[in-house]
């Protein structure tokens, strides 16, 4: 395994909309391996594929309960329900923001070796899934914060 440099804002490749994952090899294991890596050593609590520069769709998230590794994800529900709290990005250093997401969301994706399955997060674990795979679609989070007067 090894530290990846996390891309930060202003590059354009964290603009991009990101392309399905195929293949499901030792290529897609190494790179999951160095996002964790890179996660873990940046204190986040995940991390999306383009932010090392990989143009493909997926990411880790850890927010304290396990690592997840998700592989083409899609939200599949979202409760009316919403929370409204501070977040922040590795490739925006030193800054949050107040974002509203929604309270619970259902991911479908699959695993590192593309078999599917399906989580469900709430609160923070929602959180980190809505912010991650929107990096997929090269939406950051700044995109949904309240604009200050
Ligand atoms: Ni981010």
Redesign the pocket.
């Known amino acids: 395994m090894a530290k990846r440099n996390i891309v930060k804002i202003g590059d354009d490749v964290l603009r991009k909309i990101c392309r399905t994952q195929l293949n499901f090899d030792e290529r897609l294991h190494q790179t999951l391996d160095d996002m964790k890596e890179t996660m873990y050593g940046a204190e986040?609590v995940?991390?999306?594929a383009p932010?090392i520069g990989v143009l493909r769709r997926y990411c880790v998230i850890d927010v304290g309960d396990g690592l997840i590794e998700l592989i083409n994800p899609v939200i599949t529900e979202k409760s009316e329900e919403v929370q409204t709290g501070n977040e922040?990005?590795?490739?925006?250093p030193d800054r949050s923001e107040i974002v509203t997401r929604p309270m619970k969301v259902t991911v479908r994706a699959q695993n590192r070796y593309g078999e599917n399955f399906t989580v469900t997060g709430e609160g923070l674990k929602a959180r980190a899934l809505c912010?991650?795979i929107d990096?997929l679609d090269g939406v950051?989070?700044i995109d949904h914060a309240k604009r200050r007067n």
């Not at 922040?88 to 925006?92: E, F, R, T, V």
């Open positions: 986040g995940g991390l999306a932010q922040g990005c590795l490739s925006i912010h991650e990096h950051l989070y």
